[in-house]
């Protein structure tokens, strides 16, 4: 009979924990969601640009582009980095124009 109730403590217990684990992660996920989502939220209503997934990757495609290019001109590529950098500005104009 004791070890019937032991057994039965220690499988609430690790239910309990269980719970809590996975209740805090649903709790960290909820509200790291509404925080990417206000977050996107204010970046398109200031750049004007619709709120569709490929509007959102356009636009980090024409960032990359661009600090890309803008890397290419520090390291004194300039040529290849007025190109590229040219490149990810048409795009992003494009975009949120």
Known sequence: ??????????GEQLGALIRTVVDGLAWLLTHL?????GFYAGLRDTLG???????LVILVLGVLILIAGL???????LISGIVVTALGVVLLSWLIG
């Open 33 to 37: 969601s509404e925080a990417l989502g």
């Open 49 to 55: 640009i619709g709120d569709s997934t490929a509007s």
């Open 71 to 77: 890397r290419r001109l520090l390291a004194l590529r």
């Open 1 to 10: 009979m004791d070890n019937e109730s032991l057994f039965h403590w220690a």
